[in-house]
């Protein structure tokens, strides 16, 4: 069951299974059938708190079924109690169908006949009845419609679209019959409700609740392969080209300026420091150039750059690997839990990348440690989001949420950890560390050079906020639509935008951090080592600063474990952020000073 603006407080699964779980337990969903076989599922309902399950029993592949009792239960104090809660959070029960989570039909806000889908259906609702005063009303009768693709040769079927209209339905019966029970407000030769019978079920101390439901079968022209379509229909997409658009405009702006850099000033530069011929015009010159000694001289703490900076190289391979995957459609919807399966064994394989990468900077560096570097690089980073992560989900196993990531899953991801990725970021380590030293295009001076006085736009901390601004304004509208689908229960399937935005952002963080490090160099600043991997990296202060935003506008979060996991978990995305941003713009500013310092001609 899902919240509806609250995240995290699961209580329990609805979804599709052959036999009764045991209690408490998560239940695995139904992964399919043989086409035009008798196919009969158990859709079953778990609330741990009030300690009972809902059946929603057998029932046959394209056989229609009336209108049916499942079961009756009495609520209690603490039942009530539980109830009102989820219809006031707006919770959301979610089954699932041969793959297919159940879906309400809606219409589409743009006001076209089309259908889209809102996914799961709600426990109940608050609302006035006969003139009474705003009442708790639960959805007490579920009506399927299940739609098919028959093979006309072979007259086998498969299901493509699971659909439910819930209603909240006050049961009456003469005789309660625990083997052959029967409403007189349900019809068990038709389909459908005893016309006139649209008392709700309230939702009250003492009252009986009387669980049915129905089956239709419908066939569709929907193809198996076309089944999602409907799930995944965009009712935005104009909003998403805005946010490219919006991002295209931040690049073009940034581009200009590094183009009027590289091409006018740059230019002019290299070309007058290359026409200096005499002494005293050489001790005048000024700029860029008379920091040339010292802007390749081993920052402070250049082991922990190096560590980042390798950490960065594994997250960037990851994600423009799983997003390429899922731009080819390997990762469909219907393999649940395959995005991150693939996000998580991509980054294990991908710490040679880290090792090779960390290693290549640090004998930069003239660093001799290079084992201690490689186990910093290897448990640094995943070792601060383990720790988080297993924090957070104690505190899930300590609400008995079904959400919870189950202890051997906790181990198997040690595993891969200890087992894979550790040995391929060593691995790499060697193999970047065998390799020759990158050579500096000039030398730097054995006594540092002093940095005047920097003027207050040019100071650290200024600058490295400002740096942070455009990257994020790239991707902040497409930061919404994943937010909303991380925690509103939303499918989020738009990987050919979400590419463009990775690509605006790469663009973005190199142009900003080139920008501000020529900047820095003309102030005679050479400090530019660890200030080009946090301009950059601090669009992820934004992003925190952003989700603490989104927490107050768009979620209604009362708990204190629910408020805890949703910033424990948008800090582990934050710093992973950091992390990427931070890498690309050390890159390119990396790229953007030997570039530069290789075209003139130094004594």
């Known amino acids: 069951m899902d919240r509806g603006k609250k995240p995290l407080e699961q209580v329990g699964e609805w979804t599709t299974i052959h036999k009764k779980p045991n209690k408490g337990k998560q239940i695995n969903p139904n992964q399919g059938f043989t086409p035009n076989q ?256 010292d802007v390749f001289r081993a920052p402070n703490n250049y082991g922990l750059l190096c560590v980042y900076v390798g950490t960065g190289v594994q997250i960037f391979a990851m994600t423009l690997v799983t997003m390429i995957f899922a731009l080819l459609g390997f990762l469909s919807p219907s393999n649940r839990g395959g995005l991150m399966t693939a996000m998580v064994l991509l980054w294990v394989f991908m710490g040679i990348f880290a090792g090779y990468s960390s290693a290549r900077l640090y004998k930069m560096f003239k660093g001799t440690e290079w084992k201690r570097n490689t186990l910093k690089t290897a448990f640094m980073f995943p070792g601060v989001l383990f720790v988080i992560f297993f924090v957070l989900n104690a505190l899930i196993w300590g609400e008995q949420s079904s959400g919870a990531v189950p202890f051997g899953t906790m181990i198997a991801l040690v595993c891969l950890w200890f087992g894979i990725s550790v040995p391929l970021v060593f691995v790499g380590s060697y193999l970047g560390f065998k390799k020759p030293a990158i050579e500096d295009p000039v030398k730097t001076n054995k006594i540092p050079r002093q940095i005047p006085e920097q003027a207050w736009y040019m100071k650290p901390l200024f600058s490295i906020l400002i740096g942070g601004i455009l990257p994020f304004g790239a991707v902040f509208i497409e930061l919404f639509f994943i937010l909303t689908s991380i925690w509103l229960n939303q499918f989020y399937y738009i990987f050919g935008f979400l590419f463009i935005v990775f690509i605006i952002l790469i663009i973005t963080c190199a142009e900003i951090t080139i920008v501000l490090c020529y900047f820095q160099l003309c102030s005679e600043d050479y400090y530019w080592w660890w200030r080009s991997y946090l301009t950059a990296g601090s669009s992820a202060f934004y992003l925190f600063l952003y989700s603490i935003f989104y927490f107050f506008t768009k979620l209604e979060i009362t708990k204190l474990v629910s408020g805890i996991l949703y910033f424990g978990y948008m800090v582990i995305v934050s710093y992973a952020f950091f992390v990427l941003t931070g890498t690309i713009g050390f890159y390119a500013c990396f790229w953007f000073v030997r570039k530069i310092y290789s075209s003139v001609k130094i004594d």
Not at 143 to 150: A, C, E, L, T
Not at 153 to 171: C, K, L, M, W, Y
Not at 218 to 232: F, G, N, P
Not at 239 to 253: P, R, T
Request: one cysteine or more; hydrophobic letters at 35%.
């Open 38 to 293: 008798g196919f009969t599922p158990i859709l079953t309902g778990f609330y741990p708190n009030q300690g009972y399950y809902v059946h929603y029993p057998m029932f046959e592949m394209r056989e229609d079924q009336p209108c049916k009792v499942v079961c009756r239960i009495k609520l209690d104090a603490e039942s009530t109690k539980n109830f009102k809660e989820k219809i006031d959070d707006e919770y959301r029960v979610n089954m699932i169908l041969d793959n297919l989570p159940v879906a309400v039909l809606r219409q589409r806000r743009d006001g076209s006949q089309s259908t889209t889908y809102e996914h799961g259906f709600r426990v109940g609702f608050k609302g006035n009845y006969a003139g009474s005063k705003e009442k708790y009303f639960i959805n007490n009768h579920l009506s399927f419609r299940v739609m098919f693709h028959k093979d006309t040769e072979t007259d086998a079927a498969r299901i493509v679209g699971f659909e439910v209209t819930p209603n909240s339905i006050n049961h009456e019966y003469k005789d309660w019959d625990e083997k052959n029970p029967q409403v007189t407000t349900c019809n068990k030769d038709t389909k459908n409700l005893v016309p006139g019978s649209t008392v709700p079920q309230e939702v009250d101390l003492g009252k009986e609740v009387v669980f049915t439901y129905d089956v239709t079968f419908k066939e569709s022209d929907i193809k198996w392969a076309s089944r999602w379509d409907t799930y995944l229909l965009m009712n935005d997409d104009q909003i998403h080209w805005f946010s490219i658009i919006n991002s295209l405009m931040i690049v073009l702006f940034l581009s200009g300026m590094v183009a009027m850099i590289m091409m006018r000033t740059l230019y002019k530069d290299i070309s007058n420091y290359n026409q200096l011929e005499t002494q005293d015009e050489a001790q005048e010159e000024t700029g860029w150039k008379l920091v040339h000694g």
